[in-house]
Antibody, heavy 120, light 111 residues
């Protein structure tokens, strides 16, 4: 059964870089049928798509975050990663890594999510 | 401000039918892109409920159905049960933003 697990610091200082990794188990990140995405949810608010990556490293990014965003993939570790620079309190959220079925498509498997708080 | 608009809350008594609307525009739902629905129980990650407008993943009961017309879509839940109390989100693709977009979410309360 496919599982996705986020990992990374739970606290990041303002103006610094948020870095998260997602480890995929129970399936290969190089499957041609799927893409891999990051979605976030500020406390008490709705969902926001951050970006999507294919195992070949083709990426799609939310235009509102694109200038600060890096999404990468490491097929040898079956992982993909998120980097978000110059963070502010508005970036405080639960960050989910998810499997993206087709682009444009839908998200059929979600990690449990990890809360990242931006605070000094 | 979400690209897709959902009512903040809906409610219904056990056994009743409720619907949740999702209104978009000509660059997303109106452009023919599929609508997908997710359910989020308190303190947990969202879970896919319907994909491709009205397709249920394995394990989702047929009490849940979806429809799409023009620039809107809706989720219908029949035979409402206490465990249906959750937040529901619609999602589609927007050709102007060139990416996935979500509704703001609807909190379903079972009375």
């Amino acid at each position: 059964q496919l599982q996705l697990q986020e990992s990374g610091p739970g606290l990041v200082k303002p103006s610094e870089t948020l870095s998260l990794a997602c480890t995929v188990s129970g399936g290969s990140i190089t499957s041609s049928d799927y893409y891999w995405a990051w979605i976030r949810q500020p406390p008490g608010k709705g969902l926001e798509w951050i970006g999507t990556i294919y195992y070949s490293a083709v990426t799609y990014s939310n235009p509102s975050l694109k200038s600060r965003l890096t999404i990468s993939v490491d097929t040898s570790k079956n992982q993909f990663s998120l980097g978000l620079t110059s963070v502010t309190a508005a970036d405080t959220a639960v960050y989910y890594c998810v499997r993206d079925v087709v682009v444009p498509g839908y998200f059929d498997n979600w990690g449990q999510g990890t809360l990242v708080t931006v605070s000094s | 401000q979400s690209v897709l608009t959902q009512p903040p809350s809906v409610s219904g008594a056990p056994g009743q039918r409720v619907t949740i609307s999702c209104t978009g525009s000509s660059s997303n739902i109106g452009a023919g892109y599929d609508v997908h629905w997710y359910r989020q129980l308190p303190g947990t990650a969202p879970k896919l409920l319907l994909f491709g407008n009205n397709n249920r993943p394995s394990g989702v009961p047929d009490r849940f159905s979806g429809s799409k017309s023009g620039t809107s879509a809706s989720l219908a839940i029949t035979g409402l049960q206490a465990e249906d109390e959750a937040d529901y989100y619609c999602q589609s693709y927007d050709s102007s933003l060139i990416g996935s977009v979500f509704g703001g979410g609807t909190k379903l309360t079972v009375l």
